[in-house]
């Protein structure tokens, strides 16, 4: 009698287990996949997608001299931006052991620019800090997402995605409702996403805008009638992290054209 | 000295909070009716109050209100697109008896704790990081719960 009990508990959790696999061995697929056609041609002519404006500002601001140095971001990474190493590119955000935080790619450009050029040192998510990001991001289009997801960064995207499993606001959901358990399904006349950060940033059809992660994180937790993470504070950034570590092996294709 | 500052620091922040709060919502959320579950169900309506089925019908369709056609079915004529991340609701008042669907309408999580379906009247004490004005609210008021609760008991 001992002995089947076992059997069967030992079934049972084996059973309990497969849907954890499961969930694990999720696909990654950019949001791409699941908008309409008509907008995936937005997004692919370079005439007809509006985020190449924020491309086009971010360049610029690249080849800006007005700061104490008299010196643009171009002088030293080209005109273009072709000196950047895209790979390096595609691995934002990543880890500073020297600062132990998370750096994202717009407090790296921020920072570097003050640096090396003495321009001032902007606030994350000011817009001009967007446009630079959406060029340099751009210029790493088709490479994929490499975020490192070993060493200090385990811990820091474990911490990420329990606040994006938690539930926030009126509506009461967490990120992880709509992004892993009705993935396809339609809100309305929306299909709904992965929720992958390698669009980014993206043009949103709605508010008619360049859109960087942290801010969409902030519109959907709005959305949910919840009080949204403060920008740049520790949570976005965690959650930012673990988003684009999700995005792992997609192809970065910013800016982006969604809803 | 101190009451200086004082003076000086509500002077600077009542014309701020002012705003704020009618910016947010003009009126106090009205008070919150406790419920209690029995069998998978909630007997007694909220707060003892009678749904009116046509206000029901409105509230469903309503984005700003109800929404339910965001992830719902109803067998409402002109709707540009349904959702389906729920169950459709034609027909639910022949699979379930009044008093379940008001506990699938008040708080869902007590029959499924992982469920997307936001509870619309769950004690406000329990809501995480609510927005600003949306503080010591019920999603829906409790006549709109009953409404809604009326509207669904028409769909045999």
């Known amino acids: ?259 | 000295m101190k009451i200086f500052f004082l003076i000086l620091a509500i002077l600077s922040f009542s014309p701020a909070r002012a705003s704020d709060t009618q910016q947010v919502m003009d009126e106090q959320p009205d008070a919150y009716c406790h419920w209690q579950v029995t069998d998978y169900a909630i007997v007694e309506p909220l707060c003892g109050l009678v749904g009116k089925a046509q206000r029901g019908r409105e509230i469903v369709s309503d984005s700003s209100r109800g929404n339910c056609l965001a992830c719902h079915e109803f067998p409402i004529p002109d709707i540009e697109a349904y959702g389906n991340i729920g169950p459709p609701l034609t027909g639910i008042a022949s699979r379930l008896p009044t008093t379940m669907i008001r506990l699938r309408v008040v708080d869902t999580r007590k029959i499924n704790p992982m469920s997307i379906m936001p509870g619309f009247y769950r004690d406000p004490l329990l809501i995480n990081r609510p927005g600003k004005g949306y503080r010591g609210r019920t999603f829906l008021t409790a006549q709109q719960v009953e409404d809604v609760i009326a509207y669904l008991a028409t769909l045999k």
């Open chain 1, 1 to 259: 009698m001992i002995r089947v009990n076992k059997t069967m508990l030992l079934f049972c959790s084996f059973i309990l287990t497969i849907p954890a696999t499961m969930a694990l061995a999720i696909e990654a697929k950019s949001g791409y996949e699941y908008i309409e056609p008509e907008t995936r041609a937005t997004q692919d002519d370079d005439f007809t997608n509006p985020g190449l404006f924020a491309v086009d500002r971010g360049q610029r601001l690249f080849n800006n001299k007005q700061n104490s140095a008299n010196k643009a971001c171009a002088d030293c990474h080209s005109e273009d931006g072709t000196k950047l190493d895209t790979k390096n590119i595609a691995r934002y955000p990543v880890y500073s052991e020297d600062s132990a935080e998370i750096i994202t790619l717009q407090k790296k450009i921020s920072r570097c620019r003050n640096n090396n050029a003495g321009d001032k040192a902007l606030p994350a998510d000011h817009p001009d800090l967007i446009d630079l990001e959406t060029f340099v991001r751009n210029l790493a289009i088709g490479e994929v997402v490499n975020v490192q997801t070993d060493g200090a960064m385990t811990k820091l995207i474990k911490q990420g995605k329990a606040l994006y499993n938690t539930r926030y606001g009126l509506i009461d959901m967490s990120c992880s409702h709509c992004h892993d358990m009705y993935v396809g399904r339609m809100i309305r006349g929306q299909k709904i996403s992965q929720g992958q950060g390698n669009g980014f940033p993206t043009y949103r059809l709605e508010p008619e805008e360049i859109t960087s992660l942290h801010q969409r994180i902030q519109q959907c937790m709005t959305s949910m009638r919840a009080e949204p993470f403060e920008t740049d504070s520790n949570e976005i950034k965690l959650m930012g992290l673990y988003i684009m570590s999700r995005s792992n092996g997609l192809k970065i294709e910013a800016p982006a054209v969604r809803y």
